[in-house]
Structure formats: C-alpha cells, structure tokens
C-alpha cells in the first residue's frame, strides 16, 4: 500500500537558519504530494502541496518539489523564523478515494 | 476558504462516560468525511471514512461498537466514544472532503483533546 517515510525529529535550529525535512513515499499509482503543519494544540494546515511529477509547491517561503525518480518531496525553507515552529507532516493522497497517508511527522523547533 | 469546525476542542470526563465529537464543514458539502486519532508525538491515525447516509469504513483494528460514526448531513459527521476509559484520551481530528472537489483532498478541524479520568 501507499505509505510516506519522512525525517524524524525532533529539529532544533536557530533563526534565519536553512531548513531541509527530507520526505520519501511509496505508491502504487500517481499520487498528489502534501505538506501539511500543526501548531501545538490544532488540526492541520496546509502548506503546499504538488499533483504531478516536477512540480513545485510553494507558500510561506516553504518550497517543495515532486520528485518521481526519486520518489521524494523534500521540504525546504532558505531562512526559518521562530513563528515555523510546528509539527510538519509529508502526506500523500490516492487520487481515487481521497485518502492521505501521513509521515511521521518532524517536531520543528525555532531559537531566537 | 473551506472551513471544518470541530466541536468541543476539548472534553475532560469520567471513565465510562460516552463522548460525542461533532465535525461540521461550515460553508460547503461534504459527503465524505475523515475520523483521525493522534497519540502525542505521534502521526494522524485514520480511523474511519465517514460517509453520508451510509455506514461508516472503519480501518483495520478500530472497534465499531466504541466509535460509533454517524454522517447524517452533507455537513455533519458525529463521533461518539462509547464508555470511554483512560486508554481512549488522545487527540482526534476530523476532516471533510468538498464536494465540489477542490485543491485540497480534505479540509481539516482543529481537533478535540480528549481527556478520560
């Protein structure tokens, strides 16, 4: 079946610091790829996401890129600020049934 | 923007007690909606697909009979943790999937901290 492996945590960077959470999947079919964040006591959020191989997500300075040969979609940020502080989790969702299998989730952690 | 609303955010009761979660998608249809649990430190756990006017799909080692799911709008899915014990306090989350599709597979809700003493 579908599943996603990302980088455990948990990460512990300074501000203005570069910032990589490495995220590979496994998938049977063409799945879209997602960056979802938690802020610490909510649901989830959506950061970006990509539907087809090549593509890039994009928002708040985060960056992603969908990688079929590798099968990977490794977040990134240039320059992290204390408000990146979350839980960030790799998703994919079949396109047939809608369904999102989750990564572990990497517990971030931003130092002034 | 598709907003799901969740309610309460937060229930602490006695061992035994039944817990109903309400998860409403507050300005569009959904006709499928999603029940996830989530231990601390721990990635969302799909428990059931939720769909209105039929029965739920629970995913495999999830007990029917303690979470009974009821969809019975195109914007209301109840969860209701039957005689909740210590081992059921965790975080749940639901989300909904828009009918009229959309960039996003599914919106979620804040979540509901469950706390059984």
């Known amino acids: 079946g579908d599943s996603v492996t990302q980088m455990e945590g948990p990460v512990t960077l300074s501000e203005e610091a570069f910032l990589t959470i490495n995220c590979t999947y496994t998938a049977t079919g063409y799945p879209s790829l997602f960056w979802y964040v938690q802020y610490p006591g909510e649901g989830l959020q959506l950061l970006l996401k990509a539907t087809k191989a090549d593509d890039k997500g994009s928002n708040k300075g985060f960056e992603a890129t969908y990688r079929k040969e590798t099968t990977s979609f490794h977040l990134e940020k240039g320059s992290v600020q204390v408000s990146d502080s979350a839980v960030y989790f790799c998703a994919l969702s079949d396109r047939n049934d809608y369904k999102l299998s989750f990564g572990a989730g990497t517990t971030v952690t931003v130092r002034a | 923007g598709a907003v799901v609303s969740q309610h309460p955010s937060r229930v602490i009761c006695k061992s035994g007690t039944s817990v109903k979660i309400e998860c409403r998608s507050l300005d569009f249809q959904a006709t499928t909606m999603f029940w996830y649990r989530q231990f601390p430190k721990q990635s969302l756990m799909l428990m059931a697909t939720s769909n209105e006017g039929s029965k739920a799909t629970y995913e495999q080692g999830v007990e029917k009979d303690k979470f009974l799911i009821n969809h019975a709008s195109l914007t209301l899915s109840t969860l209701t943790v039957t005689s909740a014990h210590p081992e059921d306090s965790s975080f749940y989350i639901c989300?909904?999937?828009?009918?009229?599709?959309?960039?996003?597979?599914?919106?979620f809700g804040d979540g509901t901290r469950l706390s059984i003493l």
């Open positions: 989300s909904a999937r828009d009918l009229a599709g959309g960039a996003q597979p599914q919106h």
